[in-house]
């Protein structure tokens, strides 16, 4: 039996979609917020993601960003928003399709069913444990160890590390880290970054004050050497 995680502030809605999922004998779990979908999402790796725009707290192009970097899902974009902007930035960072606000259940029903067949037949994803030297990343448990000894990392810590780790040997701008680990929408500027490196440093690097792994290229930004 597939699993569809439905994340949506509209009860109603919600309800609906679960009835009629679940008579598509499809198991139905239910978040109504950005953080909890995101929990449902890393607890019960779901089969497809039916995911909301509008909701409170996270809103969902910062959870499909963020579960896009962590894991291979269909995500199938559910938006009230008439614009195609909306729905251009959502497909940008990963989303599979979208539905606009209000649609025919029978139609969502065929796309889901379009997403899953097309994902039975989609390449291995790639490996959940990234190594790099001692460094050894689980994007499923995010965990971080070096030489077997656990790293305490901070979310966006880990965030910036994994993105590095699937980048290696790859010169990343600072508006390019920015972007993908804080949201295309974040009010900072690109120092937040340099004080994540620093931070990132003192925790993967033998030396913090001279880098082996997180080389800064100047006026570029920075380059992960396994």
């Given at each position: 039996m597939k699993t569809i995680l439905v994340a949506d502030d509209e009860p109603t809605l919600v309800a609906t979609l679960k009835y009629n999922l679940e008579r598509e004998s499809y198991a139905v779990i239910t978040a109504a917020d950005g953080e909890s979908a995101l929990e449902a999402a890393r607890a019960s790796r779901p089969d497809l993601i039916l995911l909301d725009l509008m909701m409170p707290g996270l809103n969902g192009l910062e959870v499909c960003r963020i579960i896009r970097r962590e894991m291979h899902v269909p995500i199938l974009i559910l938006t009230a928003r008439g614009g195609e902007t909306d729905k251009v930035a959502g497909l940008e960072i990963g989303a599979d399709d979208y539905v606009t606000k209000p649609f025919s259940m029978r139609e969502l029903v065929a796309r889901v069913r379009a997403l899953l067949r097309r994902s039975e037949h989609a390449p291995a994803p790639d490996a959940e444990v990234l190594t790099l030297g001692d460094i050894t990343i689980d994007l499923r448990k995010r965990t971080v160890t070096k030489n077997g000894?656990?790293?305490?990392?901070?979310?966006?810590?880990?965030?910036?590390?994994?993105?590095?780790?699937?980048?290696?040997?790859?010169?990343?701008?600072?508006?390019?880290?920015?972007?993908?680990?804080?949201?295309?929408d974040y009010a900072g500027d690109t120092r937040t970054v340099d004080v994540h490196v620093r931070w990132l440093r003192e925790k993967v690097e033998d030396e913090p004050e001279r880098p082996a792994r997180l080389i800064t290229i100047r006026g570029v930004g920075y380059r992960f050497d396994a």
């Open positions: 000894a656990t790293l305490s990392l901070k979310p966006k810590e880990f965030e910036l590390l994994s993105f590095f780790a699937r980048n290696r040997g790859k010169a990343l701008t600072r508006d390019q880290l920015l972007n993908q680990i804080w949201g295309y």
